[in-house]
């Protein structure tokens, strides 16, 4: 496996698909936090289903997105 971090990938797609991760996860919690739904994630193999207030507190303390 290339230990090589994503971003100095040849393929353009395969570069930029960790922008369009971090997009579709930004939609998904604005989505969720307008028809009021909870958002089922997996951290380590534990699923966890927040609601769009708490992830965001989350992803505040942790820095990242969950």
Known sequence: MNKRPIEQAHDPDLRLSQI?????????????????????????????HLTPES?????ASNGQKD
């Open 20 to 48: 369009a991760m971090q997009r579709a996860a930004k939609r998904a919690y604005d989505l969720a936090r307008m028809t009021g739904t909870t958002i089922v994630v997996s951290h380590h193999g534990i699923i966890e």
């Open 55 to 59: 992830s965001v507190s989350n992803s």
